[in-house]
């Protein structure tokens, strides 16, 4: 009986690709054995392995996101802190122009001090050189006249006496100029 599934009219066996109804009879059983043994053990578990793939591709793009959204305020945080470094950058530049400014007026007002002291003993010592000068040069004069008044009277004038008269006279003849 089998072979009568398999035969043909005139009772030759068909050729391995011919199509018969009796192949199309066996090929659909089949198909249908193998599609119940797979829809029964092999679907089941396709479809739990799909499930369990398409939750973790869920939950790996929520972290994705999670992860995009903390780096996004990390890098909010990172300008904010670039911002305030540079703002204070900026402040103590300021501060230290400030305060170079602040040393070079004093180093400025200490350096003219400086110099109006030395001008100012300068002037002190200038002053007292011309006074001694001076009275170094009316010694000198009253010295000068003592000895030109002996000569003319020829007699010497020693006496403090007499030296005190001539520079006397001096000092009156300093002080009409």
Not at 94 to 100: F, G, L, S
Not at 124 to 129: F, G, S, V
């Given at each position: 009986m089998p072979i009568l599934l398999l035969s043909t009219e005139g009772g030759a066996l068909p050729g391995p690709f011919q199509p018969t109804p009796a192949l199309a009879v066996w090929t659909v059983l089949v198909f249908v054995v193998v599609f119940v043994i797979l829809a029964k053990q092999l679907f089941p578990v396709i479809v739990r392995a799909t499930a369990e793939r398409e939750e973790t591709i869920k939950q790996q793009l929520a972290e994705a996101k999670q992860m995009h959204a903390e780096a996004q305020v990390a890098l909010e945080e990172q300008r904010k802190l670039l911002a305030g470094a540079r703002s204070e950058a900026t402040a103590?530049?300021?501060?230290?122009?400030?305060?170079?400014?602040?040393?070079?007026?004093?180093?400025?007002?200490?350096?003219?001090?400086?110099?109006?002291?030395?001008?100012?003993?300068?002037?002190?010592?200038?002053?007292?050189?011309?006074?001694?000068?001076?009275?170094?040069?009316?010694?000198e004069a009253v010295d000068l006249a003592i000895a030109a008044a002996g000569k003319v009277i020829g007699q010497s004038f020693d006496g403090a006496d007499d030296r005190k008269l001539v520079e006397e006279y001096l000092g009156s003849i300093g002080k009409s100029s």
């Open positions: 103590l530049m300021a501060e230290a122009r400030t305060a170079a400014d602040r040393e070079r007026s004093l180093a400025v007002e200490k350096t003219r001090a400086e110099q109006d002291d030395m001008l100012a003993r300068a002037r002190h010592d200038i002053e007292a050189q011309r006074i001694r000068a001076i009275a170094d040069l009316r010694r």
